[in-house]
């Protein structure tokens, strides 16, 4: 598919998700926040029913007494719900607080603010005039962004754009400013009529800044909102050894908001400035965390496949060793073939990382740098700890090997914002069906998978009459303990069906006057378009084993 249909995919999306009640935009009456989104009633379901088939496949239904393909040995999971707001010392510990940001540049001129790794550009003259064209497009619309701005900054017509000279392809500012190529003062700003308005790059935390108390005013009140759920679980490791029994091998799993104050949000939902994160922490011997490092990278892309994303949108991605984090081992990306992205692309749904003893010993001892290869506590000018720890032991002493260690750790850390727009980009089909004369018509479909869908079934009374309604009713009431129904009788059967449809809703089951004969429903599967009867007493057992 080419970029102009794939960006027209992505534009039906988001015009579905908002009319059916999927996702909005934040205050949206008063003009919208940007980068933060809310789920309507549609959204709140699906998104809900990722979180849940997330918790339920790693932590609620996990078998801690099986040996899981992959796995090194058994292993436990158990779980955390942390507060948003903590101790501002693990962000200075951790690293956010001094490393935790992106560079930022401001235009002078169209007072517009941008990523300075987001900005590319290449040199174009004509007759004798020069400049540093720039642009904050991504993909194929880069390209073409250039030769429209610098059109317009030569004044030049249509006809004559072939009159530009290029000196090149398109570069990434920061790389062509620092290697000399261009100066800021040669750049003309994304949005700007002349050169030279870009700023000077400046250093922007991510994490937001609030203040505790009444009092609030002097530096110790500052306290910021997490960037990650991740260190509620390191700062937590102690208390839970200590209060549920749980011995190496072992995970922590939570779920729960976080907050990056990104310069450029974008992308829908993709890029938030307040989103949910699904993260386990898990805790193993260092000798096994290699195996176990490749367990969870495996187990993580092979949960997106089974809930149905499809497999040629997704890449498994391993880090390159220049890529990695200072701490990290190894590191990979799941990423999905995101419909706003160029083809090729592919955009962050999760990352697997190995940590190392880096978070816990950060913890211990302090903020921690790496030196000649090895971690060590970063000191001041004084040459004490520019970051000091909390000072207790998080070391595990291991019963079996009789050892004393600090666990490294794996961490698979996955966006639920991320996850349920991939799963909605997924889900999005166009095809035909035939309508009640046997024509075809072209219907919208989301053919979500039925653990993620966010109604299961549809019950369709096909008239208001004839008793038809008193066995839906009954029938609705029936399924309801067990998963989201709905109980629709307005309009035509066609319409209704196609309304389900848009919602993704696996499974209608319509009373008609056969029914009332037989006592059996028409189970119509909105993928394959099959309908079949079914005895009524057999749906509830029937669509519960379809959802198992
Ligand atoms: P990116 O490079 O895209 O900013 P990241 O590598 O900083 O992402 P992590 O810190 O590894 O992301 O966070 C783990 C997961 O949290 C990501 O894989 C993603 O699914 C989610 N996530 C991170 N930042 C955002 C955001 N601004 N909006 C929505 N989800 C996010």
């Known amino acids: 598919m080419d970029k102009q249909n794939d960006q027209s995919r992505m534009d039906k999306i988001v015009s579905l998700a908002k009319r059916r009640g999927f996702i909005f935009q934040s205050s949206e009456i008063y003009g919208g926040l940007n980068g933060f989104w809310d789920y309507g009633p549609l959204g709140v379901a699906l998104k809900r029913n990722v979180k849940d088939a997330w918790w339920r496949d790693m932590v609620a239904g996990h078998d801690e007494l099986a040996t899981l393909a992959g796995a090194p040995s058994p292993y436990e999971m158990t779980g955390l719900d942390c507060t948003i707001i903590m101790h501002p010392q693990v962000w200075k510990c951790s690293g956010h607080f001094d490393l935790f940001h992106d560079w930022m540049i401001d235009c002078r001129e169209s007072k517009r603010r941008y990523r300075y790794d987001h900005l590319h550009?290449?040199?174009?003259?004509?007759?004798?005039?020069?400049?540093?064209?720039?642009?904050?497009?991504?993909?194929?619309?880069?390209?073409?962004?250039?030769?429209?701005?610098?059109?317009?900054?030569?004044?030049?017509?249509?006809?004559?754009?072939?009159?530009?000279?290029?000196?090149?392809?398109?570069?990434?500012?920061?790389?062509?400013?620092?290697?000399?190529?261009?100066?800021?003062?040669?750049?003309?700003?994304?949005?700007?009529?002349?050169?030279?308005?870009?700023?000077?790059?400046?250093?922007?935390?991510?994490?937001?800044?609030?203040?505790?108390?009444?009092?609030?005013?002097?530096?110790?009140?500052?306290?910021?909102?997490?960037?990650?759920?991740?260190?509620?679980?390191?700062?937590?490791?102690?208390?839970?050894?200590?209060?549920?029994?749980?011995s190496v091998p072992f995970g922590i799993a939570q779920?729960?908001?976080?907050?990056?104050?990104?310069?450029?949000?974008?992308?829908?939902?993709?890029?938030?400035?307040?989103?949910?994160?699904?993260?386990?922490?898990?805790?193993?011997?260092?000798?096994?965390?290699?195996?176990?490092?490749?367990?969870?990278?495996?187990?993580?892309?092979?949960?997106?496949?089974?809930?149905?994303?499809?497999?040629?949108?997704?890449?498994?991605?391993?880090?390159?060793?220049?890529?990695?984090?200072?701490?990290?081992?190894?590191?990979?990306?799941?990423?999905?073939?995101?419909?706003?992205l160029a083809p090729g692309e592919f955009g962050e749904l999760e990352g697997i990382a190995h940590r190392g003893d880096f978070d816990l010993r950060s913890h211990m001892e302090g903020k921690l740098v790496r030196k000649n290869g090895e971690l060590v506590v970063e000191t001041g000018p004084d040459g004490k700890p520019r970051h000091r720890g909390s000072g207790?032991?998080?070391?595990?002493?291991?019963?079996?090997?009789?050892?004393?260690?600090?666990?490294?750790?794996?961490?698979?850390?996955?966006?639920?914002?991320?996850?349920?727009?991939?799963?909605?980009?997924d889900a999005y089909h166009e095809d035909e069906v035939p309508d009640a004369d046997g024509k075809p018509r072209s219907r919208t479909v989301m053919k979500f998978h039925p653990r993620l869908a966010p109604v299961k079934a549809a019950i369709l009374p096909l008239v208001k009459k004839d008793g038809m309604p008193e066995v839906?009713?009954?029938?609705?009431?029936?399924?309801?303990?067990?998963?989201?129904?709905?109980y629709d009788e307005k309009g035509a059967v066609g319409r209704r069906y196609a309304r389900q449809d848009e919602a993704g809703t696996p499974w209608c089951l319509t009373i008609d006057g056969q029914t009332l004969a037989d006592k059996t429903v028409t189970l119509r599967d909105r993928d394959s378009l099959v309908q079949s009867r079914v005895p009524v007493a057999e749906v509830v057992d029937l669509l519960r084993d379809k959802l198992a």
């Open 472 to 486: 839906a009713i009954d029938l609705y009431r029936a399924l309801k303990p067990h998963m989201a129904c709905q």
């Open 121 to 246: 550009g290449r040199w174009a003259a004509h007759r004798g005039k020069k400049v540093f064209v720039t642009t904050d497009q991504s993909g194929d619309e880069a390209v073409p962004d250039t030769v429209a701005k610098a059109q317009k900054f030569f004044g030049l017509r249509a006809k004559q754009v072939d009159e530009i000279e290029w000196g090149g392809g398109l570069e990434s500012l920061q790389a062509v400013v620092a290697a000399g190529v261009a100066s800021l003062a040669d750049a003309l700003g994304p949005d700007a009529a002349a050169p030279g308005s870009l700023t000077e790059p400046r250093e922007f935390n991510l994490m937001f800044e609030t203040r505790i108390g009444a009092l609030a005013g002097d530096d110790d009140d500052r306290a910021f909102l997490r960037p990650e759920t991740a260190q509620g679980i390191f700062v937590n490791f102690k208390n839970v050894l200590d209060t549920s029994r749980v």
């Open 392 to 425: 207790k032991d998080l070391s595990y002493f291991d019963d079996v090997s009789r050892e004393r260690y600090v666990p490294h750790v794996i961490e698979p850390s996955a966006g639920a914002d991320r996850g349920t727009l991939a799963f909605l980009c």
């Open 255 to 340: 779920v729960g908001k976080s907050f990056r104050n990104e310069i450029t949000p974008r992308n829908f939902t993709f890029r938030s400035r307040e989103f949910e994160q699904m993260e386990i922490e898990f805790f193993c011997k260092p000798a096994d965390s290699a195996e176990w490092y490749r367990y969870w990278r495996d187990r993580r892309w092979k949960w997106y496949l089974d809930l149905g994303l499809t497999a040629g949108k997704l890449q498994l991605r391993e880090h390159a060793s220049d890529e990695l984090s200072h701490y990290s081992v190894g590191t990979a990306d799941i990423e999905y073939a995101f419909p706003f």
